[in-house]
């Protein structure tokens, strides 16, 4: 039984970093596919990003450019590193994982980008 949690959100000002964790309780070689979502109040869920197991990422149009996805077998950990940031990416992130086992939500944790 895996499960994941999320650490990493605060608040930072506009153009400031922030990197976001998601742990799992077990290993994540067994994960298809990882991913992070995103949700402002009043808002539709939005795609970050994802990583596959081989490696491959791939990055909504909105921080294209600005974040990086990681995943570390050994810590069984993925990583969102976020530079850049901005007003609008202010929202609560998700990290997400599929797999045979199915989906697997985190609890979020929440990032505000304020000046």
């Known amino acids: 039984q895996r499960q994941l949690v999320e650490s990493g959100g605060g608040l930072v000002q506009p153009g400031g970093s922030l990197r976001l964790s998601c742990a799992a309780s077990?290993?994540?070689?067994?994960?298809?596919?990882m991913g992070w979502y995103r949700q402002a109040p009043g808002k539709q869920r939005e795609l970050v990003s994802t990583?596959?197991?081989?490696?491959?990422?791939k990055y909504g149009d909105s921080v294209k450019g600005r974040f990086t996805t990681a995943r570390d077998n050994v810590k069984n950990t993925m990583y969102l590193q976020m530079n850049s940031l901005k007003p609008e990416d202010t929202a609560v992130y998700h990290c997400?994982?599929?797999?045979?086992?199915?989906?697997?939500w985190g609890q979020g944790t929440q990032v505000t980008v304020s000046s």
């Open positions: 997400n994982a599929v797999g045979s086992f199915g989906s697997l």
């Open positions: 990583i596959s197991s081989a490696g491959r990422t």
């Open positions: 077990g290993s994540i070689r067994g994960i298809d596919v």
